[in-house]
């Protein structure tokens, strides 16, 4: 059953699945017992820099409004310490002009998050520093969260969402990716269940130790949960907008791929040359989500009538 390359999505599917669920992911990064009383990702632009920074998280702790500044990255680069100044300090701007003349601009604290790299254990804290070292510090610290240097116990502790980071863990196994699959079955509502195990596949094909617990999570899932999540059909308009946008006819090949393997299962066989040649038509004719359909709904024997009437719709 094959997915986007899910290099290419890191940062949207982090952004979608913990917009769902922002207290899960600000408890993880406050004391424990902290009272939180609302949590959520403001929508906040420099409207001088034309930038939206859409990383912080807002909440509302002990009666005090916090902003934690987010940045995921697959390893630590050379510029990352200044990329996390550079959008703390923009946050910065952005709160000062937003918050009325007298009332306390919020305080901010910047979180990266690390999903690969080194095995030698990251410090707490990272920095850039825009003062001589002679002097009195000024610039940004950082908090360092290397997700793939802790176990699944420690991360599924921090609630449902953090575990979508399982695959990266030390630890991760098969065995270990069947009981956080239960475990978000028993704890979690049935469209929840469904984001956070696509988002489980995601973090595992870019799990840099090549487990290959991508194929064991995905045995595990039902066929629908892939085909109907968000991450599998934006794979699939992305395959044909890189068709267009390179003018070849393989982009569309490449977006219609997937759907030819639900096709072929739902069949029972493989798809002749015209009805592949069919498919890649009614993709570009019709899009992904009516193809989804199709392939779900119909019998077998009405999606070979489908793919062999000319007019189907």
């Given at each position: 059953?094959?997915?986007?390359?899910?290099?290419?999505?890191?940062?949207?599917?982090?952004?979608?699945?913990?917009?769902?669920?922002?207290?899960?992911?600000?408890?993880?990064?406050?004391p424990?017992?902290?009272?939180?009383?609302?949590?959520?990702?403001?929508?906040?632009q420099?409207?001088?820099?034309?930038r939206?920074?859409d990383?912080?998280?807002?909440?509302?702790?002990?009666?005090?409004?916090?902003?934690?500044?987010?940045?995921?990255?697959?390893?630590?680069?050379a510029?990352?310490?200044?990329?996390?100044?550079?959008?703390h300090?923009?946050?910065?701007l952005?709160?000062?002009?937003?918050?009325?003349?007298?009332a306390?601009?919020?305080?901010?604290?910047?979180v990266?998050?690390?999903?690969s790299?080194?095995?030698?254990?990251w410090p707490?804290?990272?920095?850039y520093?825009?003062?001589s070292?002679?002097a009195?510090?000024?610039g940004?610290?950082f908090?360092i969260?290397?997700?793939?240097?802790?176990t699944?116990?420690?991360l599924?502790?921090?609630?449902?969402?953090?575990?979508?980071f399982a695959?990266?863990?030390?630890?991760?196994?098969?065995?270990?990716?069947?009981?956080v699959?239960?475990?978000?079955?028993?704890s979690t509502t049935?469209?929840e269940?469904?984001?956070?195990?696509?988002?489980?596949?995601?973090?595992?094909?870019?799990d840099?130790?090549?487990?290959?617990?991508?194929?064991?999570?995905?045995?595990?899932?039902?066929?629908?949960?892939?085909?109907?999540?968000?991450?599998?059909?934006?794979?699939?308009?992305?395959?044909?907008?890189?068709?267009?946008?390179?003018?070849?006819?393989?982009?569309?090949?490449?977006?219609?791929?997937?759907?030819a393997?639900?096709?072929e299962?739902?069949?029972?066989?493989?798809?002749?040359?015209?009805?592949?040649?069919?498919l890649?038509?009614?993709?570009?004719?019709?899009?992904?989500?009516?193809?989804?359909?199709?392939?779900?709904e119909?019998?077998?024997?009405?999606?070979?009538t489908?793919?062999?009437d000319?007019?189907?719709?």
């Amino acid at each position: 059953m094959a997915i986007p390359d899910p290099t290419e999505d890191i940062d949207l599917t982090l952004r979608h699945v913990s917009r769902q669920f922002p207290e899960q992911f600000a408890r993880a990064l406050l004391p424990p017992g902290s009272a939180i009383t609302a949590a959520r990702w403001p929508d906040t632009q420099v409207t001088s820099r034309q930038r939206r920074l859409d990383r912080a998280i807002e909440v509302i702790v002990g009666g005090e409004r916090r902003l934690f500044h987010v940045e995921w990255q697959l390893t630590m680069t050379a510029d990352m310490p200044f990329r996390v100044f550079e959008y703390h300090m923009l946050m910065a701007l952005a709160l000062a002009a937003e918050t009325p003349a007298g009332a306390p601009v919020p305080r901010i604290d910047s979180v990266l998050v690390l999903l690969s790299g080194r095995e030698e254990p990251w410090p707490e804290e990272g920095e850039y520093r825009t003062s001589s070292p002679d002097a009195g510090f000024s610039g940004a610290h950082f908090r360092i969260d290397a997700v793939y240097q802790r176990t699944v116990a420690e991360l599924a502790a921090r609630g449902p969402l953090w575990t979508i980071f399982a695959p990266l863990a030390r630890d991760a196994d098969p065995a270990q990716m069947k009981r956080v699959l239960d475990d978000l079955r028993a704890s979690t509502t049935p469209r929840e269940f469904e984001e956070l195990a696509v988002a489980l596949t995601v973090f595992a094909d870019a799990d840099r130790r090549e487990r290959g617990l991508r194929e064991i999570i995905v045995t595990m899932l039902s066929e629908e949960i892939i085909m109907e999540s968000w991450v599998f059909k934006q794979g699939v308009e992305k395959g044909i907008e890189k068709g267009i946008e390179k003018g070849i006819e393989k982009g569309i090949e490449k977006g219609v791929e997937p759907l030819a393997r639900l096709f072929e299962r739902k069949l029972g066989r493989t798809l002749d040359a015209s009805e592949r040649a069919a498919l890649i038509e009614r993709l570009d004719r019709l899009g992904p989500d009516r193809l989804l359909d199709v392939g779900l709904e119909l019998s077998p024997e009405a999606l070979g009538t489908w793919l062999s009437d000319p007019a189907s719709t």
